[in-house]
């Protein structure tokens, strides 16, 4: 079957809705949990405990800062590339067991950041270092992961913001894509800036369908591109 994927970002920003979150969406629906997250490691059991793969969400500059803060740790394109390798190793070690990195926190999606080269290129290689990948939350942004790198990095970049418009006809209506993209592409991810009570409804009322429209949910990890061997 064809793998659609979701992308969960925006979790531990607003504790009680990820936890709801974690526990009504269907385990093959990652999550991206903030390095911010208050009450870290009893979030981060509920997610694991009810199944869901984890990503760490990275607060790269996004467009419109600073009036669009990504916080104290922020990787800016200004900073110097060292002061943003000491923040994105701050990020890495606020807890463990994550398969990758994206963007995307909460409506924030790094832009800025992203679109620099001489700053992405290190954080590439950071990841892939580690064995990590990263979801790049730009949709149809240029393809970072295959530029030359000293190890190649495990890379996709979101097809669609599934709530991008607000409403539940209108989430209805980029689900909805998001299968046709799945089926054009060989497979799709689709990303959510937070978990909110009607993002949970819409997505399980879409996911309890999904498996009869010749599709099946997958976690994030299985619909990224990996890298191809030097």
Request: hydrophobic share 45%.
């Amino acid at each position: 079957r064809v793998r659609v994927a979701v992308l969960v970002a925006g979790a531990g920003m607003n504790v009680q809705e990820s936890e709801d979150a974690a526990a009504r969406l269907p385990a093959p629906i990652s999550f991206a949990v903030s390095p911010y997250a208050s009450k870290l490691d009893p979030l981060l059991d509920h997610i694991r405990s009810s199944g869901h793969e984890l990503l760490v969400s990275l607060p790269l500059e996004p467009v419109g800062f600073p009036l669009n803060d990504p916080g104290d740790h922020a990787l800016l394109t200004g900073a110097p590339v060292a002061q943003n390798a000491q923040r994105l190793e701050w990020v890495l070690t606020r807890f463990n067991g994550f398969v990758g990195a994206t963007g995307a926190l909460g409506e924030m999606r790094g832009e800025r950041f992203s679109a620099s080269l001489s700053q992405m290129e290190p954080l590439l290689d950071t990841l892939a270092e580690r064995g990590l990948l990263y979801v790049d939350p730009r949709p149809n942004a240029r393809q970072l992961g295959s530029r030359p790198q000293k190890t190649p990095v495990a890379y996709r970049g979101v097809d669609i913001v599934l709530d991008l418009e607000p409403g539940s006809a209108a989430m209805d209506a980029a689900l909805a894509r998001l299968e046709k993209l799945a089926v054009m592409r060989g497979g799709a991810i689709g990303l959510i800036s937070r978990p909110s009570p009607l993002a949970v409804e819409r997505l399980g009322v879409w996911a309890v369908a999904l498996p009869s429209h010749g599709a099946a949910l997958a976690p994030v990890s299985t619909v990224v591109q990996m890298p191809q061997a030097p």
